[in-house]
């Protein structure tokens, strides 16, 4: 038997149980790993509250690492001992577990397993985010501006947009994670809780406002978000910390200057197997070249999974997260 946090039914994170599983054999296509660390994410909030509809019951989390333990049917580019690591598969706060291999990668040498568990959905995030979504709207030297600089994206997204030559405003809600920003690309830091966010971006880029703006707070960013915006620049929503955006008007893009938007996910970015292989090749090379670096900020055990999602609710983590089995 195996240990699984399961939930049986959407709520608070005492809905999630530690139960013994039965795993059982790969079938075609498909691998078994032992986890060795587990990633934890804001989606697995969504996941758990009910925000993004999974089928139940369910062991919430989309992103982890480990060994292979035995290989199915018809698999042909993995083998028992591979380190590997995923995204995007529900499933994965557990010990051992079943996975196809669409979604699974090798792990380098020179990147640590707690290093992929980590960063495999925040890292490609910022990989597209930066490198693929606002590219057509920024050059070298460029000021641009990200929501929630202290988080596992943002502290990702400050480093790889400052290797890229930006220069990145970012948002924190509090001096400690305002110092973590600055440590980790971020040029300017707009404390929003003590700073109004459009003034300082007024001031900072001299009345010019910045091409593109990245936002994954949602709801509580929203208006500022546009506010800050150039005519024809871009905001690209790819999270709801907040909650959600409500329904808005169209016309309120036209009204603040033929604005572009954009609700982006890493499912449309790595949607083929091409796709997934280049982002997570220029995410470990990221890596490996020193020119982002990762830092595990917080572990706890599978077992107190409910807390984790506990101080990730109420902003009591920073940067990278693991769960370890």
Known sequence: MSKSILMHENGGPETMKLEDVEVGKPGPGQVKIKHTAIGLNFIDIYTRSGLYKTPL???VGREGAGVVLEVGPKVKDFKKGDRVAYCGELGAYCE????GTAQLVKVPKGVSDEQAAAIMLKGMTTEYLVDRTIKPWVKKGDIILFHAAAGGVGLLFGQWANARGYKVIGTVSSPAKAALAKKNGYKWVIDYTKQNIVEEVMKITKGKKVPAVVDGVGKDTWEASLDCLQPRGIMASFGNASGPVPPQSIAILNAKGSLYLTRPSLGAYTAT???????ANSLF???KSGKVKIAIDQRYPL??????HIDLESRKTTGQTILVP
Request: charge should be neutral.
């Open 57 to 59: 019951p369910n062991a």
């Open 96 to 99: 051992e577990r079943l996975i």
């Open 273 to 279: 197997r091409a796709d997934l292989e280049k982002s």
């Open 285 to 287: 090379k990221m890596v």
């Open 303 to 308: 077992a107190e999974a409910a807390q984790a």
